[in-house]
């Protein structure tokens, strides 16, 4: 009993569990009002990731230097911030050519949990070293949490668990920074934007889940950036797997390459499919084998591979 009330009090003092006075008329104003509150209260979550920025950028340089060694980039999570992770693993192999095991998502519950709610799952301290333990996890690899509250005892067992293997761990959370670091989680990182109590009290998949995603894609995007994966701001990576990657593929090669529909189509073929290996080949008029080459002493980089040419 003593147990159950210190792990209700701990969670009623979470900010996400607060009311918010901005929306507590929300049951009687009309539908626009309605919408009006949610869309002030979610003005409010890019400014508290923006205050993250600092923190975001040590864990991008943390990610980028495991990447390079062969290590991977594995999200862990429960319900809305597991489904998240899991979304943004699923989303770098099309937009960015990984390996479909470089970027990881782990949600508490397994796969079914995606769709349907795995009760009791995110209670599980000891799921999460199975789920770490059936791929693998080295100490090469970095795990970033992703919990609103920061208490989520999945996500705590995995990010205490990864880092007693050696890895780099990151923790992302919408309570207090300083109250996250409290609650015992052996991370290397911690990248909490507060954004307040949420519209609906406790409904973290609202603005908290905002917050998270917007820092999701920032770990991921730069990270691939800086990885070379994009040329410009172009992603010249991509996978051609449906029919719009295909063609998008070409209008890149086009635009890159100030040729036209046919050229691209042809420099697709010559490159097996590869953009940035077609790129390469018209910009520094080589066959596919040299543009290869060209890449590999390039680091990947398409700028940095025109520089030496230049120079």
């Known amino acids: 009993m003593q147990q159950e009330n210190l792990l209700f009090e701990e969670i009623i003092s979470?900010?996400?569990?607060?009311?918010?006075?901005?929306?507590?008329?929300?049951?009687?104003?009309?539908?626009?009002?309605?919408?009006?509150?949610?869309?002030?209260e979610d003005k409010l979550v890019p400014i508290a990731v923006e205050s993250e920025i600092p923190y975001i950028k040590k864990a991008v340089e943390i990610i980028v230097e495991s990447l390079?060694?062969?290590?991977?980039?594995?999200?862990?999570?429960?319900?809305t911030s597991g489904r998240l992770g899991v979304v943004d693993a699923s989303e770098c192999p099309p937009t960015f050519?990984?390996?479909?095991?470089?970027v990881?998502?782990?949600?508490?519950?397994?796969?079914?949990?995606?769709?349907v709610a795995q009760e009791g799952a995110e209670d599980n301290p000891q799921g999460a070293i199975d789920d770490l333990n059936k791929i693998n996890l080295c100490q090469n690899d970095v795990v970033v949490?992703?919990?609103?509250?920061?208490?989520t005892p999945y996500v705590k067992s995995a990010i205490n668990y990864a880092a007693s293997v050696g890895c780099h761990t990151i923790m992302i959370s919408t309570s207090p920074r300083n109250k996250v670091i409290d609650m015992g989680i052996n991370a290397n990182v911690f990248i909490c934007p507060n954004v307040g109590p949420e519209v609906i009290a406790g409904s973290t998949r609202m603005k908290s889940g905002t917050a998270q995603k917007l820092v999701l894609n920032m770990l991921s995007t730069a990270s691939m950036v800086r990885l070379g994966k994009t040329y410009q701001n172009i992603m010249v990576d991509l996978q051609q797997t449906n029919q719009k990657l295909k063609e998008r593929s070409k209008n890149i090669i086009m635009k890159l390459c100030n040729v036209d529909y046919d050229q691209a189509t042809d420099l697709l073929s010559k490159s097996n499919g590869k953009v940035k290996n077609a790129i390469v080949m018209k910009l520094l008029d080589v066959d596919y084998q040299q543009s290869v080459?060209?890449?590999?002493?390039?680091e990947g980089k398409i700028r940095k591979a025109v520089q030496k040419l230049n120079h």
Do not use: C, H, W
């Open 14 to 40: 979470l900010s996400t569990e607060q009311i918010n006075p901005n929306t507590i008329d929300i049951d009687l104003v009309d539908t626009e009002e309605i919408l009006r509150m949610i869309n002030n």
């Open 104 to 115: 990881v998502g782990l949600i508490a519950g397994g796969k079914e949990a995606m769709f």
């Open 68 to 79: 390079k060694i062969g290590g991977r980039l594995i999200y862990v999570g429960a319900g």
């Open 293 to 298: 080459k060209v890449l590999e002493q390039s």
């Open 97 to 102: 050519g990984t390996n479909p095991e470089m």
């Open 145 to 151: 949490g992703i919990a609103a509250s920061g208490r």
